[in-house]
């Protein structure tokens, strides 16, 4: 598997490498959803910060990995998507909808801190 997933307090975080197969993002999910039970985490950012392109493949599989989590009783954001990538998905029609996005890992964990844990975010709400 070419991501790495780090645990930091009930959060997953997720980095995922710019040379990912179509088996890597599968496994990715499939590690993802046993990873979130046997921590009984809270929050999952899928940080997709070294990703040039992101292809029809990888946005729908995305999408599944942000619904699974959510079934599984985490919430889930999509962070780091480079203006480039945003740009080439809108005009390939693309989306990521119902999954939450932010700008950076910082912002993700702001949301699910926000949504989750009630804590003070970076900004003080």
């Given at each position: ?7 930091q307090?009930?959060?997953l ?5 710019g040379?990912?197969t ?13 990873t979130?039970?046997r ?8 940080d ?7 292809d029809?493949?990888?946005?729908r ?10 079934m ?16 080439s ?10 999954t ?10 702001d949301?699910?801190?926000t ?7 970076r900004?003080?709400?």
């Open positions: 598997m070419q991501a790495s997933i780090l645990k307090d009930k959060f975080i997720v980095s995922v490498t040379s990912m179509d088996a890597d993002f599968m496994d990715l999910r499939d590690e993802l959803a046993s979130v039970r921590f009984r985490s809270t929050g999952v950012i899928v997709v910060t070294a990703l040039d392109v992101i029809s493949f990888a946005a599989t995305l999408r599944g990995i942000a619904q699974m989590v959510k599984l009783g985490a919430e889930c954001v999509v962070v780091g998507i480079q203006p480039e990538v945003a740009f998905m809108v005009e390939l029609g693309l989306t990521l909808e119902q939450t996005t932010a700008l950076d890992l910082e912002d993700g964990l949301v699910l801190r949504r989750v844990g009630g804590e003070k975010t900004h003080g709400y």
